[in-house]
């Protein structure tokens, strides 16, 4: 019996440290939201948050899927990651200051009211190829990589609180987010002792983008889900409503935490009942429930509870954030099971289903933003959010039988009669 308890301990303590680090860079940004409501307008804080919108598609451009890939390979075997590293950092920094010239070159139009402060977030592309605190996560060191987490929001929350002057214009709010970024990078650059020396040839450039930009897309999705609409908004409705709504959709994702954590925890549990004949159904049962009901709850407490505490948080000039949240609680209760099924897909190694449900999300939030631009309704365009992830759990639930959730397995190939009347798979 102790010794069950203690391989349940040895399991459970990494997930809960990296959860840990999660809810504490949650806090963190919470803490920057309120402290950015507080202390700069909003049509400030609107065109702050744009640029970020703006960086952080370009990032997941440059990114190309390589933190992830070199991150999985770590785990694998990081000798070879060490060995590829070079070529990882060359790549990386190639594409950021590729992806950052370009996106610069367009900043003129894509914050055309003040493109200063894109200017400024885009310099933290290369910053973010330099970051290297996937090494801590890949061999195991969850400690460290949960403190790499969350030092970054905290670093964001203490310079604002501490050195930002209120009333700061968008440029110095980007240029303090900036050393923010530096600061973690720095932070970051020991977690590098980890990986032992080199050993065997170092993967082809070639092959490592070929299997890394799968991956990349699907960021790159996810980024799009969270970014497209909130520019959108600045772009048409003002940067004022750019600045409401992100300070809305900031408690939104603050509220994720215990969804980021589920599918964490999912993600290592499913796929250690996949290796059972017959054990991902129950498993896909229970955690459904477990993390569906969590949403709900979540939800409910989005919509209820935290409009009262928005003056508490954000002072009390800001009634419209307190508002809009209600429209954001759909998103939040079906960013629970959808994280679920996300891992359930990825213990079962369907990455082309993971890819079909972000392209679905995608063209269901484009749809769905027309009416709320349109017709220049933020709330509608929260509901957006909710629309994409309904799209996204309709493709990742396709397949599983609703009354017993279980999986339905393709039908077997037709087979034909051979020469020697032997049945063979036909081609």
């Known amino acids: 019996m102790r010794a069950r308890l203690r391989r349940l301990a040895a399991t459970l303590a990494p997930l809960l440290l990296l959860g840990g680090g999660r809810a ?56 070879r990651a060490r060995a590829f590293l070079s070529r990882y950092l060359a790549l990386r920094l190639a594409a950021a200051l590729a992806l950052g010239a370009a996106t610069a070159a367009a900043a003129p139009w894509l914050l055309p009211a003040d493109p200063v402060p894109l200017y400024l977030v885009l310099a933290a592309l290369p910053l973010m190829a330099l970051h ?20 970054r929001p905290l670093l964001w929350a203490s310079l604002l609180a501490l050195v930002v002057p209120a009333g700061s214009d968008p440029a110095t709010l980007a240029g303090f987010w900036l050393a923010a970024w530096a ?17 065997g040839p170092a993967p082809a450039p070639a092959a490592a983008l070929q299997q890394a930009l ?13 970014g497209l609409d909130l520019y959108l908004v600045g772009r048409l409705l003002g940067p004022a409503a750019a600045g409401t709504y992100w300070l809305a959709g900031a408690v939104a994702v603050a509220a994720l935490v215990l969804a980021n954590a589920g ?77 679920v099924l996300q891992s359930a897909r990825a213990a079962r190694r369907e990455g082309h289903r993971l890819l ?3 392209l679905a999300s995608l063209a269901a ?63």
Not at 274 to 303: I, K
Not at 307 to 320: I, K, M, N, R
Not at 408 to 420: E, T, V
């Open 24 to 79: 504490v860079a949650a806090l963190g940004g919470f803490l920057a939201a309120g402290l950015l409501a507080r202390r700069v307008d909003a049509v400030t804080l609107g065109l702050f948050a744009m640029a970020l919108a703006v960086q952080g598609h370009a990032a997941q451009l440059a990114e190309l899927g390589l933190r992830s890939w070199i991150t999985a390979l770590a785990g694998i075997d990081p000798a």
């Open 132 to 151: 290297l605190d996937w090494a801590a996560l890949a061999t195991g060191r969850a400690a460290e990589a949960a403190m790499l987490v969350a030092l």
């Open 183 to 199: 600061g973690a990078v720095l932070a970051a650059l020991p977690a590098l002792r980890h990986l032992p020396p080199a050993r």
């Open 214 to 226: 799968p991956l990349g897309l699907s960021a790159l999705a996810g980024q799009l889900q969270l």
């Open 263 to 339: 599918q964490q925890w999912t993600l290592a549990r499913l796929a250690a009942a996949a290796a059972a004949p017959g054990g991902l159904a129950p498993a896909l049962r229970h955690h459904l429930l477990l993390l569906g009901a969590v949403g709900l709850v979540a939800a409910v407490g989005l919509a209820l509870l935290a409009p009262p505490l928005v003056p508490l948080a954000f002072g009390p000039d800001h009634g419209a954030v307190a508002a809009l949240l209600p429209w954001f609680a759909p998103w939040l209760a079906l960013r629970h099971p959808v994280g």
């Open 356 to 358: 079909l449900a972000d």
């Open 365 to 427: 939030l484009a749809t769905a933003l027309v009416p709320a631009l349109l017709l220049e309704s933020p709330h509608l365009a929260a509901l957006a959010r909710a629309a994409a992830e309904a799209a996204r759990l309709a493709v990742l639930a396709a397949g599983i039988r609703p009354g017993g959730l279980k999986w339905r397995d393709p039908p077997p190939a037709p087979r034909r009669p051979a020469a020697a009347g032997r049945a063979v798979p036909s081609p």
